[in-house]
């Protein structure tokens, strides 16, 4: 039997393991990426391992989430991070250089690698057919340390892709449209590969706009095929050397199977609340709107900021919305600038900051009170750009720059514009990296002072859970939590991504402003959830934060990937449970049998017996035991 493009990958990456279904593996990470807003805990546990130099063939520390620093504190954050890069031999990514994502498959993804990166979009880089996947900031350092990263063999998902995306139609409504098929949770367990002739019609950048948001069907990731598109895009990037071909085998075998014609794909939009309430643009053209955002790491690519500006050659944005662009990259920046979009841009009405995350996190450009702001970003929760009476459409950039000109939600096929074709950079695309500062040879990196300002606070020691744990239901949250609900982004918190102490009063913020000092008066407890409990980012501070405010587990219905294994790394316990429970009521778990997956629970104020389950591997039960995935690492290592 042949192998599909993730087995080919995979196979070459297992050191720990076998690659059968419903097994655990140990993956080989060749690269890694932290970001400053996960990137301080991750560098701060790596620290904690006591491991001298990352040991990963590339590893690069990006700031891109706080880099306009809206509090002296994320300037401290990224002298941290900058003297930990040069410390222990990574890259540094100055701020104003880019989104990680988007400088990363520019600069460093390669095809047949695996990379592992502190933030969900991480399969961005998949793309180029490499296994890139998001994971909290614990196991990244882990893996920055040698050690293996450890995941549930995944299914395999077959996209077949066919035909031609028409005119105005781009990659963005191809992802919106496998959301509206699988929804927020139809990829969890999956990796979602793409195959058909349709691909190779697609960019590079089109391709990374797809497995970008492939993180929002709750999949481990998505791939492309190594191809002659993905060749000749490293060619431009000057790093043909890195390119090797991946296909998948005629006769591989998918789990299962999605077919989308992209010749009869209309653009699409998702409605406020969930990436997956998708309605075609069609039902929604002529909506009211206030806002217009274009960039971040979905769609903030040269190919989709140049059709922009083709759009817009010759016409105005409309006067009374306020519309606001952020390159990608800087290359990406240096590019419209050298062929003239930037300028375009600028005559049209649009505002332009520097390359970085901004609106899509809620740091600057927060809408109004019940404005529609409409984005190209990837996530539309209520609360995700900064303010949680605000309502965030997600679209294209074509259908972003069509809404702009119109003032309303516009259909962009209405609009006659140049098609854009990359021939202007036939020769290569400008490299210049200047902006990211390669690591410092290790004889001068031990003489390398780690600058720590006083709000970067160490992690307090993880110890193992007691027999018995016992304590109130502190809250009580219904299906679909995100972790931007458990600790929300913006600029409310962002500076104090290196203080677990006084960042955890923030959990809960915008759903119970009196969790965080509930759960310190009661000294901790548990929370009760619903399905996808924690789906969205990697945030590993959705799972610190309520350790920090001693929450000893969590039960919920269900749970997203990233998040189940964020609250193992933090040694709090994620039980499942059918039961009926309460806020407020007071529960007893008995911890004897928790290696059989099953334990003796109490719901002693409605004086029953309560049925917890909890799936966990044997790893994963020796990481509770220990209290954590870094005491658990230490004491391997001891
Ligand atoms: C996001 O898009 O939600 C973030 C901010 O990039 C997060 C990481 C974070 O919380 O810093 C992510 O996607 O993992
Ligand atoms: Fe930054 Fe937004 Fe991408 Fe997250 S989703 S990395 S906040 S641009």
Not at 259 to 287: C, R, W, Y
Not at 436 to 455: F, G, K, M, T, W
Not at 558 to 568: D, F, M, P, Q, T
Request: glycine residues 10%.
């Amino acid at each position: 039997m042949g192998l599909t493009v993730t087995e080919k990958v995979l196979s070459t990456h297992v050191g720990d393991g076998k690659l059968e279904k419903g097994g655990v593996i140990g993956l080989k990470i060749d690269q890694c990426l932290t970001q400053d807003s996960t990137g301080t805990m991750a560098w701060l546990q790596f620290e904690s391992l006591g491991i001298p130099r990352v040991k990963c063939e590339v590893a690069v520390s990006y700031v891109d989430h706080t880099s306009l620093s809206f509090k002296g504190e994320s300037s401290d954050d990224h002298l941290f991070l900058m003297t930990s890069a040069k410390k222990f031999g990574a890259f540094y990514s100055k701020p104003g250089n880019g989104v990680c994502h988007q400088v990363h498959y520019e600069r460093f993804a390669a095809p047949g690698k695996t990379l592992l990166g502190s933030d969900s979009h991480t399969p961005t880089s998949s793309s180029l057919g490499m296994i890139a996947i998001g994971a909290g900031g614990a196991d990244v350092a882990v893996a920055m340390g040698g050690g293996y990263f450890y995941m549930k063999v995944p299914k395999i998902m077959k996209i077949h892709l066919e035909g031609k995306l028409q005119k105005g139609v781009s990659a963005k409504d191809v992802i919106l449209e496998v959301l509206r098929r699988i929804s927020v949770k139809g990829g969890v367990g999956y990796i979602l590969e793409y195959t058909g002739p349709g691909v190779e019609t697609l960019s590079i950048p089109e391709r990374a706009t797809i497995t970008n948001m492939g993180a929002e069907t709750g999949a481990t990731t998505s791939i492309f095929p190594s191809d002659e598109v993905t060749r000749e895009f490293l060619r431009m990037q000057g790093r043909e050397r890195d390119w090797v071909e991946l296909k998948a085998d005629v006769d591989c075998v998918y789990d299962v199977e999605h077919t989308i014609d992209l010749n009869s794909l209309e653009p699409m939009v998702a409605m406020p609340g969930s990436p997956d309430n998708i309605k075609p643009i069609s039902e929604v053209e002529g909506f009211e709107i206030q806002q217009v955002y274009i960039g971040s790491c979905t769609n903030g690519s040269y190919r989709d900021l140049a059709i922009g500006a083709l759009m817009l050659e010759g016409r105005r944005v409309n006067k009374e919305i306020e519309v606001v662009l952020s390159p990608g990259s800087r290359q990406v920046e240096q590019l419209l600038l050298d062929d003239n979009s930037y300028s375009t841009y600028v005559r049209s009405g649009v505002r332009i900051v520097e390359p970085g995350c901004h609106a899509c996190i809620g740091m600057g450009y927060v809408p109004g009170y019940g404005h529609h702001s409409v984005r190209t970003v990837n996530r539309n929760w209520f609360g995700r750009g900064g303010s949680n009476d605000a309502r965030l459409i997600l679209t294209s950039v074509e259908t972003a720059i069509a809404s702009a000109i119109a003032g309303k939600l516009a259909d962009p096929r209405k609009l006659d514009f140049d098609d854009f074709d990359d021939y202007y950079y036939e020769d290569g695309y400008i490299v210049d990296d200047s902006m990211l500062i390669s690591p410092v040879a290790q004889a001068d990196a031990a003489r390398v002072e780690i600058v720590r300002a006083p709000n970067i606070k160490p992690i307090r020691a993880q110890v193992g859970p007691e027999k018995v744990l016992k304590g109130e239901v502190l809250l009580k949250v219904g299906d679909g939590i995100s972790t931007d609900d458990i600790l929300p982004a913006g600029s409310l918190t962002q500076h104090l991504r290196s203080n677990l102490p006084e960042i955890s009063k923030f959990t809960y913020y915008y759903i119970d402003k009196g969790f965080a000092s509930r759960a310190i008066e009661k000294g901790g407890g548990f929370i009760v959830g619903g399905e996808n409990y924690g789906q969205g980012s990697s945030r590993e501070h959705a799972a610190l934060a309520p350790w920090q405010l001693n929450v000893k587990a969590v039960i919920a219905k269900s749970y997203a990937r990233i998040h189940k294994a964020n609250l193992i790394n933090a040694g709090v316990i994620p039980f499942v449970t059918v039961d009926e429970i309460d806020m407020g009521d007071q529960v007893e778990i008995n911890l004897d049998t928790l290696a059989s997956g099953k334990v003796t629970a109490k719901n002693l104020t409605k004086n029953k017996d309560m049925s917890l389950t909890v799936e966990l591997g044997d790893r994963d039960y020796d990481i509770i035991m220990c209290g954590g995935l870094l005491a658990y690492t230490r004491s391997k290592h001891s």
